[in-house]
């Protein structure tokens, strides 16, 4: 019983947390990794591009909920998914055609774009702040918990119980239908395979008749998409904060890194390590091996090696030695 005590708790605050979060990683990094590849330029804008998504997506839920309007247990932020999702292409495409367009009829240096991405970087992140606030905002309802902590103890009988939330459950669940979306038309569809032969090669897709705008203007949408829906599960997971989604970027950006870059799979890859490694790190293990531990041996300490302040260092103590020994990823993609 023991052992079963101390495999749930480590499934409640371990390894459930930590899928979860891999899973928004997982999509994040995905659209890091779709600019890399394509448009060849570290987007350094992405982590607020989630935010601005986020943001309409948490407005027309507001709205949606002052009158009325609900999907029972599940998120109310579903249905207004689309409108964010729509509200960041929008967002992406006036950016690419204002701002990235010059820099890439002038041929200009990927590092040119990432010092132009910063820029851009800091004009959306105000306007998201002026618009919604630099506060908290939780846009969550419905059902809290698929699972509850008690529920859970009343079936078993185990004195640990098993919480899952709705929210981590939904994210897994809409990660890998977008992931599969992704892999299907960039593999099935004419359009995808463009994006694939221009990524690969540029000059022998010109030549083949690839229209280079209209590849552009794909890879903006569909990262647009992922950057509002890794944004929006993130803020129901947790809450939604501006400052937080700018924070987000070296761990979604070590994702990328460790998988790959260039590599869709490598950025999947990428985004489950990175998460399971800040989780292990920054867990308190007191109670797990106060259940494994032979009796009147418990830890008195805590038995956390980081404190969940310092999260973040772990993704780019990673990052620094995948850069240093592998700079390729775990997938092989582009050196950095």
Same mark, same amino acid.
């Given at each position: 019983?023991?052992?079963?005590?101390?495999?749930?708790?480590?499934?409640?605050?371990?390894?459930?947390?930590?899928?979860?979060?891999?899973?928004?990683?997982?999509?994040?990094?995905?659209?890091?990794?779709?600019?890399?590849?394509?448009?060849?330029?570290?987007?350094?804008?992405?982590?607020?591009?989630?935010?601005?998504?986020?943001?309409?997506?948490?407005?027309?839920?507001?709205?949606?909920?002052?009158?009325?309007?609900?999907?029972?247990?599940?998120?109310?932020?579903?249905?207004?998914?689309?409108?964010?999702?729509?509200?960041?292409?929008?967002?992406?495409?006036?950016?690419?055609?204002?701002?990235?367009?010059?820099?890439?009829?002038?041929?200009?240096?990927?590092?040119?774009?990432?010092?132009?991405?910063?820029?851009?970087?800091?004009?959306?992140?105000?306007?998201?702040?002026?618009?919604?606030?630099?506060?908290?905002?939780?846009?969550?309802?419905?059902?809290?918990?698929?699972?509850?902590?008690?529920?859970?103890?009343?079936?078993?009988?185990?004195?640990?119980?098993?919480?899952?939330?709705?929210?981590?459950?939904?994210?897994?669940?809409?990660?890998?239908?977008?992931?599969?979306?992704?892999?299907?038309?960039?593999?099935?569809?004419?359009?995808?395979?463009?994006?694939?032969?221009?990524?690969?090669?540029?000059?022998?897709?010109?030549?083949?008749?690839?229209?280079?705008?209209?590849?552009?203007?794909?890879?903006?949408?569909?990262?647009?998409?992922?950057?509002?829906?890794?944004?929006?599960?993130?803020?129901?997971?947790?809450?939604?904060?501006?400052?937080?989604?700018?924070?987000?970027?070296?761990?979604?950006? $070590?994702?990328?890194? @460790?998988? %790959?870059?260039?590599? +869709?799979? &490598?950025?999947?890859?990428? *985004?489950? #390590?990175?998460?399971? =490694?800040?989780?292990?790190?920054?867990? $308190?293990?007191?109670? @797990?091996? %106060?259940?494994?531990? +032979?009796? &009147?041996?418990?830890?008195? *300490?805590? #038995?956390?090696?980081? =404190?969940?302040?310092?999260?973040?260092?772990?993704?780019?103590?990673?990052?620094?030695?995948?850069?240093?020994?592998?700079?390729?990823?775990?997938?092989?993609?582009?050196?950095?």
């Amino acid at each position: 019983m023991e052992i079963l005590n101390a495999l749930v708790a480590l499934s409640n605050f371990v390894l459930i947390p930590a899928i979860a979060y891999g899973s928004q990683l997982a999509l994040g990094a995905l659209g890091v990794t779709l600019i890399y590849g394509i448009l060849r330029f570290s987007n350094f804008a992405h982590g607020d591009t989630m935010a601005f998504g986020a943001m309409i997506t948490v407005l027309v839920t507001w709205w949606m909920q002052s009158h009325g309007i609900h999907l029972g247990p599940l998120p109310t932020a579903l249905l207004a998914l689309p409108f964010g999702i729509l509200g960041c292409m929008a967002l992406v495409l006036v950016t690419d055609r204002a701002v990235y367009r010059f820099y890439r009829e002038q041929k200009a240096k990927p590092v040119i774009l990432v010092i132009v991405s910063m820029g851009v970087m800091f004009i959306m992140n105000g306007l998201v702040r002026f618009i919604i606030g630099p506060n908290d905002q939780n846009f969550a309802d419905g059902t809290r918990f698929l699972i509850s902590a008690r529920d859970f103890k009343k079936m078993t009988g185990l004195d640990e119980g098993l919480a899952i939330k709705t929210t981590q459950a939904l994210t897994v669940v809409v990660a890998v239908i977008c992931v599969a979306l992704l892999f299907w038309f960039l593999n099935r569809t004419r359009t995808g395979k463009s994006m694939r032969a221009y990524s690969d090669n540029e000059d022998l897709a010109l030549l083949s008749g690839i229209n280079p705008e209209r590849v552009v203007m794909y890879t903006w949408l569909i990262v647009a998409a992922l950057a509002t829906t890794a944004g929006v599960l993130y803020g129901l997971d947790k809450s939604f904060k501006p400052f937080v989604y700018f924070q987000l970027l070296l761990p979604i950006f $070590a994702s990328a890194i @460790v998988g %790959g870059l260039g590599s +869709p799979l &490598g950025a999947i890859a990428g *985004g489950f #390590v990175i998460a399971f =490694s800040e989780v292990t790190v920054t867990y $308190a293990w007191k109670k @797990v091996l %106060g259940y494994l531990a +032979p009796e &009147g041996m418990s830890p008195d *300490g805590l #038995v956390q090696l980081l =404190s969940t302040d310092y999260k973040f260092a772990v993704s780019f103590v990673i990052l620094l030695i995948v850069l240093l020994f592998k700079p390729t990823g775990l997938f092989k993609g582009k050196a950095v």
